[in-house]
């Protein structure tokens, strides 16, 4: 993996990827924040060594890089899944690429399921912990202290700082941001009415299919991370009726405006 990360760094440098301070992980429906941003690069996944390529029709596939806020960022637009048939390392090997490249900051957006039915869809949730439920670890191969710590301190996987900074913006401009527990499984089909009730009981506040493998690697890394999650649809088990995905994306959308207002205002003060 080492000299995979080296080659495709190596490639970016050469088209221009320039010493980026921030990474950005885009979920679906949240593309409109590459409307902001100054593009001064961008390449195809399939172009870059070893990166692996999005399947999912609504995910795009391109590393964008530019000037957002006056910062330097790498914005994925397209992110991957355990579901597409890759590897958690597949998953996370972009995360590696943007650290090797220079960032030090990592956000990600993500659209999930409203597990607590305090919360409801169309609002955000500023993500404070999370529950690996993907069955394995992005960091679960041999030779993975040759690139960090093995036994990653995860006490505080989410900057405590940043998400500060969040919640201050949100209030300042209005928006109803929670504050949760993300759950990541696998899918790719959506939960039953009894996995809705067990993540509940386990203390998840919403449920998604990303952004945990993604967090597990920046912290191995020593990056700081921040998450915030758009709620698409409420999971009431005893209520539950059939899972429109046109719908979720319509409604992540949305929600966009204000995750880019949060994403932005937080880009300012970085």
Do not use: W
């Not at 991957?80 to 390392?89: A, I, M, N, S, V």
């Not at 952004?211 to 597990?216: A, K, L, Q, R, S």
Request: net charge negative; aromatic share 8%; with cysteine.
């Amino acid at each position: 993996m080492i000299n995979e990360i080296k080659k495709a760094t190596k490639y970016l440098v050469e088209k221009g990827f320039e010493s980026p301070e921030i990474g950005i992980i885009l979920g679906t429906g949240l593309g409109q924040l590459l409307d902001h941003v100054k593009i001064i690069k961008e390449v195809s996944y399939n172009h870059i060594p070893y990166f692996p390529t999005a399947t999912v029709e609504f995910h795009k596939g391109k590393l964008i890089y530019g000037i957002l806020e006056g910062k330097k960022v790498i914005v994925m637009q397209g992110r991957f899944h355990l579901y597409e048939g890759y590897t958690l390392q597949d998953v996370t090997f972009p995360v590696r690429i943007m650290n090797a490249l220079g960032i030090n900051t990592l956000l990600v957006s993500n659209a999930a399921g409203a597990i607590n039915l305090n919360f409801k869809k169309g609002e955000l949730m500023l993500i404070d912990d999370h529950i690996n439920l993907q069955g394995s670890s992005p960091l679960a191969f041999k030779g993975v202290s040759q690139l960090g710590e093995r036994f990653a301190d995860m006490s505080a996987p989410y900057n405590l700082e940043l998400n500060e900074k969040f919640s201050e913006i949100a209030d300042k401009h209005g928006i109803s941001l929670h504050k949760g527990v993300y759950a990541s499984v696998v899918g790719p089909q959506l939960e039953t009415r009894a996995e809705y009730r067990m993540l509940n009981i386990i203390g998840a506040d919403a449920v998604g299919m990303s952004t945990v493998p993604e967090v597990i690697v920046a912290n191995h890394l020593n990056l700081r991370v921040a998450a915030v999650s758009v709620l698409t649809d409420e999971c009431d088990p005893n209520n539950l009726k059939p899972v429109n995905i046109d719908e979720i994306i319509a409604m992540a959308m949305k929600a966009e405006p204000e995750m880019i207002t949060l994403f932005k205002e937080l880009i300012k003060t970085l």
